[in-house]
């Protein structure tokens, strides 16, 4: 009687152990060099908790009448700066997302351009553009609503591509044989396929927006920050506290404003 030899199954195999082994060795590896370059001084760790407990007690109570006088325009300010530069967005993201889009432009060359515009748009932070702007243009709103299309672009026109490229090809297919024009094709055929989608991620950039506007006063570009950085920068701990509490709210509001339009377009 032949004894037949008993396999066991193994959810990787020994090269992907391997590999998986090697993938942790160099992730310690590069975590350990981190720590070590960033010098943290454990005297600092240990103080940190009596350091945020006395800043907590500097900002307690809250300075109201500052919030009324000075916060709530800053904060309109900042709402219109995320308004104005995701409106802007929309404008110049929707033709590049089109010309990314592999199953509308043939030509690569044309697609390589606009992801690459895409890309780079993407890869430079907000405050970045924020500090160049502000060069451009000088201190001010202005430069916080460039500086803010300019950062949403990317993530705009990437999504609307991806969603161009997933449209279901037969509706746009019979628009083709009847002889429509391009323009008919792209309104009649892509566009109310991804309609949902489009206005779904201008929603969602709108509410990036608003958090991002907030932070770029610090640089100089207006709105809410610039208010935070000089209470900070005189230590009116009061005032700061203020700020942060309209930050919260309409941080929080947008949030519940934007899931509850999304779930009326989709």
Known sequence: MSHVAKREWQRFT?????????VYLVTA?????????????PEFLRDTPAQVADLLVRMWPVDWGFLWSTVV???VETIHIATLGTLATLLIAFPLGVLAARNIVASPAVRFA??????????????????????VFGPGALAG????TFRSIGFVGKLLGEALEEVAPGPVEAIVAVGAPWPSVLLKGYWPQVKPAFLSIALLRWDINVR????LGLVG?????????????????????AVLVAIAIVVLLAEVMVTFLRKQII
């Open 145 to 148: 609503t460039v500086a803010i």
């Open 114 to 135: 606009a992801k690459l515009c895409l890309v780079a748009s993407r890869s430079v932070n907000s405050l970045v553009w924020a500090l160049f702007f502000v060069a």
């Open 212 to 215: 991002e506007s907030s932070v």
């Open 14 to 22: 020994p090269h992907e152990r391997a590999v998986r082994y090697g």
């Open 73 to 75: 325009a800053a904060m």
């Open 29 to 41: 590896i590069a975590f350990s060099i981190a720590l070590r370059s960033i010098e943290i001084v």
């Open 221 to 241: 570009a207006g709105g809410i920050g610039l208010v935070l950085d000089s209470a900070i920068n005189v230590f009116q701990w009061r005032a700061v506290a």
